[in-house]
Nanobody
Framework: VQLQASGGGLVQAGDSLRLSCAASGRTFSSGAMGWFRQAPGKEREFVSAINHSGGGGGTTHYSDSVKGRFTISRDSAKTTMYLQMNSLKPEDTAIYYC??????????????????????WGQGTLVTVSS
């Protein structure tokens, strides 16, 4: 599967952006899909994920730093994932990566935030928030 992230850009603090991640070759894993980010000079970190459960539902998860401001979602066809980012802050500046798993199995809670849990990665889209 190939993932293509888009939607990044230069915005001011307090603005909003919506990132998209399109999957080609197959749909997103039924197990889990997520967003990570990497700021200059820092390690890649977890932002948000959807961990699917049986019957098409799922649970959403967020890092403490974005909870209440960011919303993750996906389309019903499981070909596109989104990250709605509101009330952006300068500290949100980073390259944002989307990711998904090969396995259709739901992740255990402790693994949702782990980079190693995800097998396929997009190329990243740069978000720059000016103060």
């Amino acid at each position: 599967v190939q993932l293509q992230a888009s939607g990044g850009g230069l915005v001011q603090a307090g603005d909003s952006l919506r990132l998209s991640c399109a999957a080609s070759g197959r749909t997103f894993s039924s197990g889990a899909m997520g967003w990570f980010r990497q700021a200059p000079g820092k390690e890649r970190e977890f932002v948000s994920a959807i961990n699917h459960s049986g019957g098409g539902g799922g649970t959403t998860h967020y890092s403490d730093s974005v909870k209440g401001r960011f919303t993750i979602s996906r389309d019903s066809a499981k070909t596109t994932m989104y990250l709605q980012m509101n009330s952006l802050k300068p500290e949100d500046t980073a390259i944002y990566y989307c990711a998904t798993r090969r396995s259709p199995n739901r992740l255990v809670l402790s693994a949702i935030r782990s980079i190693s849990s995800y097998d396929y990665w997009g190329q990243g889209t740069l978000v720059t928030v000016s103060s």
